[in-house]
């Protein structure tokens, strides 16, 4: 009697009580007893529409029997044996029952009700309970240590009420319990090493409370545990060894705690384990390869820890297996092909490791494999061509890994597929004939990868298809009007290939539509109207194409949106005033058009807005006072024919005066500009604009080169300023690397130095004046090409140069070698480019063979190539840029002979021989150099 010796005074009262109470005999009096007893609880409770049998007939003598009132069990003598008022809707607590008065009760089921209030320690004097369950009630307050008492109890629910506190040491005393369940409490503190004399125990279930400290290794005594669930708590500490005694445990659920240390190999003895769930903690080390003797194991779960090492090859033989789940490791080393002889499994997670090696094709053999996902890996090669050989894949997730090569015929033919994920790896082939119809298919994602080929109609016959993601490959030919039947649609990103055509009106019957990007494309024509009708529309993006005409007026209809990009095109006309019923926009982007006409005055209706982007227009008049009702944190009106004084909202004030110049007379207390005068004596007649009338007039008259300079040079003393870069970039200081990209800066100089091996020889793939020119294949962008400087000690105006990098690398052109950014350490700096598989056209050309492969339609394009890169930077470009080096050597070809110009600007930004140039005026715009011109088509 443990009671005693805690020499607590009050269970000496109690034991007292106790045996005064049950050594009397209780023969004919039990049942009145009980029937008082009864009759008294049933007055203080709420609700008691199921209890109306418990009461005395009108001519109640005190002999009445309880025993055929609802939920109340008696024995042969007439005595309450069990109380049963499970799901009866009762409201009440269990203050006013007087547990003392059922000498034989065995079994309360109260579970289910609306009981309140806490357990009453008196729950102790029922000494013949064995089952006890007050589950799903409002019960608060803590398991009282009576509860010990109950040391014939078998069954302990207390799940789904409000307790909190600890759990009672004594429960230790409890040795005839089998089943223990307290979850979905708020129990908080250490699981009671006392547990570990539940010797009958079979069934614990602990979870979703926030039970804390370490798990005892006296579990391991508790031979006859069956099911552990102790998932969803604050437990710390290592998972002790002693588990591994547990001969008769199927169940092992210790997931999402804070477990650490490393999974002991002793696990590998429960040989009766099915599930073994440790997902979510903090364990480390490797998997042990005793896990491969876990012969009954269905699911293993040990995803979201920091485990290491390799997969061992031992779990191919867990042939029971159905969900193996890995992911969210630092596993790495390659997958074992023993996994491909886990017959049953249907689930395979290895997400998010470091799992390299090709994926085996002995995964083929999984016929029964409904989920893939490899994702987030370092796996290269081919993938397996047979993959869907069962035909139950479903999810199939492989992007962000290395691989090359095409889609896999298996996976093309795989009609069972839902989702599939290939972005982000060097996957090639012609996508138009690459992928089949799927009946199932919604989400597919192939973005940065290598395909090319024309957008396949088949896409609208995938009846489920509501995620289309083909971003950033080198996609050819027209949008087919088909997509119009995909109704079900409801994102389709095309962005970043070379697309052309328009945009079929059918789009129209898209009304599901939530996303469409078809950014830095060369689609044309004008947005088509029935754009309008996308009522669900919340993101568009039509910037970086050939648009023309004007905005539709039917796009103020799309009211959801809440980015609308339609920048870098040829979009004319004034700013319909219905665009300022999209209420929820927050970012607006007009900018780079030629779009006419004053800001409408109903802007401030755009009271979701919070960037506003207007530069490189032609938009006049004054700017609308209403601004100062609206809230937007960034503007930019620059380089427009914008006139009178700033509004005197936040946005303005704030506004860096680049984002403000380059328009007429703009004047308010902001520095760099003038102050206004008198606001209302704003002049009307602008000299400088009939000037630039004339201007605009005979320029396409007079063609010559001279004059285009001429043109240029005046361009930019009207407009001297730098553009602000629409594409989020990151200046990243870490360290001693400097760079400018909109990756990592210290990330990609390491994956830089790595993928070159510090720069070898074996690696380099031209030099040139400024440094040589390397190969390197990059996780994150691809290929690049990678100019290693010299030296950057001539680089006299490190801002200017800074400034330089970053505007040319948001310079986005089909045929302008991409500039992805920069790096600068005290060992290296490199630019960092597009890589062109091809090479130079002058190394093409000295070459018989390759150049007899360069027919006269192939220079034709290349020479028109050229002609659209140099337009488009002399013209269309923010800040004409002049290459002032134009040769064969500095025009690259990619696979299809296409043209692209490169080392824009880089002449200039190094300060090479820069004695040549003569910069006209400001930071942008060099005359070129009439006598370079001319090389490369000598060479043609
Ligand atoms: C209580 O009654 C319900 C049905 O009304 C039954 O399902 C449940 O098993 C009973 N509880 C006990 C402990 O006998
Ligand atoms: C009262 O009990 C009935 C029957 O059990 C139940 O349907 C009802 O929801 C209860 N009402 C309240 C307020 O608990
Ligand atoms: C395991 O369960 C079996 C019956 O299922 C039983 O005979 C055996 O005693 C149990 N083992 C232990 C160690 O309790
Ligand atoms: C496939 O992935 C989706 C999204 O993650 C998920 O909702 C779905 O349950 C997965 N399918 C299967 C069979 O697990
Ligand atoms: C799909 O669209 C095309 C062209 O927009 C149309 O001719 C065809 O009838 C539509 N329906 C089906 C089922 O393809
Ligand atoms: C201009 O702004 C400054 C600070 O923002 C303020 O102190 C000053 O009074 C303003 N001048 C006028 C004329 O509004």
Redesign the pocket.
């Known amino acids: 009697m443990g009671f005693l010796a805690s020499g607590n005074g009050f269970y000496f009262v109690f034991l007292v009580l106790f045996f005064i109470t049950f050594s009397s005999p209780q023969v004919a009096s039990a049942s009145s007893e009980e029937v008082g007893a009864l009759l008294k609880w049933k007055a203080s409770l709420e609700n008691t529409s199921r209890l109306t049998l418990w009461s005395l007939p009108n001519n109640a003598n005190n002999s009445s029997t309880p025993c055929t009132w609802y939920g109340v069990s008696c024995n042969a003598d007439g005595s309450v044996i069990?109380l049963?008022l499970?799901s009866s809707g009762v409201t009440g607590t269990l203050y006013g029952l007087s547990f003392s008065s059922f000498p034989n009760l065995a079994?309360i089921?109260y579970s289910m009700n609306n009981f309140s209030g806490t357990i009453p320690p008196q729950i102790g004097y029922i000494s013949k309970l064995t089952?006890l369950?007050l589950s799903t009630n409002q019960f608060s307050g803590i398991i009282p240590p009576e509860i010990g008492l109950l040391t014939n109890l078998e069954t302990l629910h207390l799940v789904d009420n409000h307790l909190n506190g600890s759990i009672p040491k004594e429960i230790g005393q409890l040795r005839s319990l089998s089943e223990l369940a307290l979850y979905t409490n708020h129990l908080e503190g250490p699981i009671p090493a006392s547990l570990g004399s539940l010797s009958n125990l079979a069934r614990l279930y602990l979870y979703n409370n926030m039970l804390s400290g370490p798990i005892p290794p006296e579990m391991g005594n508790l031979v006859n545990l069956v099911e552990v669930y102790m998932n969803m708590n604050l437990l710390s500490g290592p998972i002790p060894s002693t588990l591994g005694n547990l001969d008769n445990l199927t169940v092992l659920h210790m997931f999402v705690n804070n477990l650490f240390g490393p999974i002991p190999q002793e696990i590998g003895k429960l040989k009766s384990l099915e599930s073994l769930s440790l997902f979510s903690n903090k364990l480390s080390g490797s998997i042990p390869a005793s896990l491969g003797n876990l012969s009954s194991l269905s699911l293993l779960h040990l995803y979201n820890n920091s485990l290491s090492g390799p997969i061992p090859k031992e779990l191919g033989n867990l042939k029971s297996l159905t969900d193996l789940e890995l992911s969210e490791n630092q596993l790495n080393g390659s997958v074992p092909a023993s996994l491909g002889n886990l017959s049953n499994l249907e689930l395979l997670f290895l997400r998010d490791n470091q799992l390299s090696g090709p994926i085996p094709e002995e995964l083929e053999y999984l016929t029964l494999l409904t989920v893939l996902a490899m994702d987030t890996n370092q796996f290269y090669g081919h993938l397996p061509e047979r993959i869907c050989q069962g035909g139950k894949l479903q999810n199939f997730t492989v992007n962000n890994n290395r691989l090359t090569g095409p889609i896999p015929k298996s996976l093309r033919n795989c009609s069972s597929l839902k989702r599939l994920r290939v972005e982000g790896n060097q996957l090639t082939g012609n996508i138009s004939d690459n992928l089949g119809i799927y009946p199932n298919l919604y989400f597919v994602s192939l973005n940065d990868n290598n395909f090319y080929g024309e957008l396949s109609e088949n896409w609208s016959r995938c009846k489920r298809l509501t995620t289309l993601h083909i971003a950033r490959n080198n996609i050819s030919g027209s949008i087919p009007p088909e997509f119009g039947n995909s109704t079900q649609l409801q994102e389709l990103d095309f962005s970043s290939n070379h697309i052309v055509g328009e945009i079929p009106k059918e789009f129209g019957n898209l009304n599901h539509l939530l996303k469409l990007v078809l950014s830095n494309n060369q689609l044309s024509g004008s947005i088509p109207q029935e754009l309008g009708s996308l009522a669900e529309l919340t993101y568009l993006d039509l910037s970086a194409n050939r648009f023309s005409g004007s905005i539709p007026t039917t796009l103020g209809n799309s009211l959801p949106l809440f980015q609308l990009n339609l920048s870098w095109n040829n979009i004319s006309e004034e700013i319909p005033v219905q665009i300022c019923n999209l209420v929820h926009l927050t970012l607006l982007d007009l900018s780079h058009n030629e779009l006419r006409g004053e800001i409408p005055s109903a802007i401030n209706k755009l009271q979701s807005l919070e960037r506003l982007n207007l530069s490189r227009n032609e938009l006049s008049g004054g700017i609308p006072k209403t601004f100062e009702a609206m809230s937007l944190s960034s503007i930019d009106i620059s380089c427009n024919e914008l006139q009178g004084p700033i509004p005197n909202s936040v946005a303005f004030m704030n506004a860096s005066i680049e984002t403000l110049q380059g328009n007429k007379y703009l004047c308010g207390n902001i520095t760099g500009l003038k102050p206004c005068k008198n606001p209302s004596a704003v002049n009307k007649h602008d000299p400088k604009k009939s000037h630039k009338l004339v201007l605009m007039i005979s320029l396409p008259l007079l063609g010559s080169i001279l004059l285009l300079c001429a043109f240029i040079a005046l361009f930019i003393s009207y407009e001297r300023k730098k553009r602000k870069p629409e594409v989020e970039q990151r200046d990243v200081q870490v360290e001693d690397v400097f760079s400018i990209s909109a990756f990592d800066g210290r990330a990609m100089y390491d994956e830089i130095v790595k993928a070159t091996n510090d720069f070898d020889a074996t690696y380099c793939i031209g030099k040139g004046g400024f440094g040589n020119v390397y190969k390197a294949k990059l996780q994150s962008l691809g290929i690049v090409a990678v100019k290693k400087l010299h030296s950057l000690s001539e680089m006299a105006d490190r801002k200017g140069f800074i400034d330089e990098v970053r505007a040319l690398t948001e310079i986005r052109h089909r045929n302008i070698v991409k500039l992805h950014g920069f790096c600068s350490h005290t060992r290296h700096s490199f630019l960092i480019f597009e890589y062109l598989e091809r090479g130079s056209l002058a190394t093409i050309l000295s070459r018989d063979e390759a150049a007899m492969e360069l027919d006269w339609p192939k220079r034709v394009n290349v020479i028109k190539g050229v002609a659209h890169a140099l337009s488009y930077m002399h013209h269309d470009c923010s800040q004409p840029i002049v290459h002032r080096d134009i040769s064969s050597n500095n025009v690259l070809l990619d696979s299809e002979y296409e043209a692209y110009v490169s080392d824009f600007g880089t002449a200039k930004l190094l300060k090479l021989d820069s004695s040549n140039w003569s910069a006209v005026a400001g930071t942008y715009g060099y005359v070129a150099p009439v006598n370079k011109l001319s090389p490369m088509f000598l060479t043609i």
């Open positions: 069990g049963n499970t079994a089921d089952y369950d």
